[in-house]
C-alpha cells in the first residue's frame, strides 16, 4: 500500500506523536509498504491567519494537498483532528476517486475537559480557565467531532476512548479499532532489584498540568518527609529546571534532578538509572514512557484512568492509583520502597507485558486495519 500519514504535531523523532508515527511507519515499510509524513512542520503558516485558527489553516492546507496527489496513495491517516477539513470536503461535496480516510485518534477530548475543568476550580489548570474552556468546548471539540464522523475508519489509542466513540457515534466494530501504542526494543533492559534502596523516583513527561504535575509534587514532599534519602528525576520536561523547581519548597528543590530533553538513544539508560516510575497523569492516550518504563523493568505507580488502565493491572504488573489522589500516591511508593520482593514482582511481570506491546505486533493490527479501509479502493 501507498500511505500518507498526517499529523499536526512537530516532526521530531525523540518522542510523542512523532515518535508513534516513525515507529509504527518503519514497521509498515519494513513490511513493504510505501510511507509518506505530514507534520506541522512541513506546513508553513499563513500571516494572514490569527494563531487561534493555525488548526484551520493546517487542515486546509492538507486537505488540499491529498486531493491534488489524490492518485498517489492507497490510503491517508490522518491524525485526529488534522482530518476533519478533508473528511468533510469527500462527504460534503462526494468526491470520486480520493484516498479512503483512517483516523487515528489519540485521546478524548471530552475526558480532557471533565479532569481539567475540575482542576480548573482547585486552582490547578494553568491554561482551562472560563474562557479557555469556552473555547475547546466550540472550536477544538468540533474539530475532532467532525474527524471522527467523517473518517472511514478511525484507529483508538485507547480502551475508554475506542468504546465512547462507537456508543456516541453509532459505528460499528468493524469501523472503530482500538490499537495501542508501541515500545521500542532498546527498552527491554536486564534488571536488578536490590533488598534495600534510597528510593530513586522517575517521571518522564511535559510539564504541563494535566500530567499531574501538582500531586506529583504534593507527593513527594510528603515522601520526602519519610524518606531522607528520596530523589526525585524529571526528565524529558521541555523546560528549564527552575520552572519545574518553582512549583516545589526550597527545602525539597536539592532533592530533584531536572533534564529537559533526552535524545532517545539515552532514554534506556535514564529508566535504568531509577526505582520506581510514577505517572500520575489525569489525562491521556497511550503513554509511551509508560511503556518504556514496563519494557525497562521498573515497578510502576500511574492513576486509574484513560490508557493507563489498558497496560497496568493493580498489583500485578504495576499499581494503580485514583486520579488527583497525591495521598495514594505516597502510599503506593511506601509499598514499593519497603519491599524488594513486591518491586521484583512488579517490574518483571511489566516487563513481560510490554512484550506484547512491541511496535511489530502493533505494525501487523494496523496493516489488517489499512488494508480494510483500502479494500473497496477510492472513492
Known sequence: MRILVVSNSPKNRAGGVAGVIYNLGAQLEHRGHQVDYIFRDD???????????????????????????????????????????????????????????????HGLEER????????????????????????????????????????????????EACSYVQLRYNHDSDRVWYVPNGVEEQFFLSRNYPDLVA?????VGQWLDHKGIFYLRDAFEALALTLPDIQLTIAGCAVGPEQVKSIFRA???????????????????????????????????????LLEAMAAGMPVVTTETCGMMDVIQDDINGILVPPADAQALVEAVLRLSGGAE?????????????????????????EKIFSLAAKNGKH
Request: proline share 7%; net charge positive.
Open 199 to 203: 528510593p530513586r523516583l522517575l517521571f
Open 251 to 289: 527545602s525539597f528543590r536539592p532533592r530533584i534532578s531536572v533534564i529537559p530533553f533526552v535524545e532517545r538513544a539515552g532514554m534506556p539508560a535514564v529508566y535504568a538509572e531509577h526505582d520506581l516510575f510514577v505517572f500520575p497523569s489525569l489525562v491521556e492516550g497511550m503513554p509511551l514512557v
Open 112 to 159: 480532557r475537559v471533565h479532569a481539567m475543568s475540575r482542576e480548573a476550580r482547585k486552582g490547578r489548570a494553568w491554561y482551562f480557565a472560563l474562557r479557555n474552556r469556552i473555547w475547546h468546548r466550540l472550536y477544538h471539540q468540533p474539530a475532532y467531532r467532525f474527524s471522527i464522523q467523517t473518517a472511514d475508519v478511525a484507529i483508538i489509542l485507547n480502551r
Open 43 to 105: 506546513v508553513p503558516k499563513s500571516s494572514l491567519v490569527p494563531q487561534r485558527f493555525e488548526l484551520v489553516h493546517y487542515a486546509c492546507q492538507v486537505a488540499a494537498r491529498i486531493l491534488h496527489a489524490r492518485e498517489k496513495y492507497d490510503l491517508v491517516n490522518l491524525h485526529a483532528p488534522a482530518g476533519f477539513v478533508y473528511g468533510f470536503l469527500r462527504k460534503a461535496l462526494r468526491l470520486k476517486s480520493v484516498p479512503p480516510y483512517v483516523m487515528t485518534m
Open 342 to 366: 513486591l518491586r521484583r514482582r512488579l517490574g518483571r511481570a511489566a516487563q513481560e507485558t510490554a512484550r506484547h506491546y512491541t511496535w511489530d505486533r502493533i505494525a501487523r493490527r494496523v
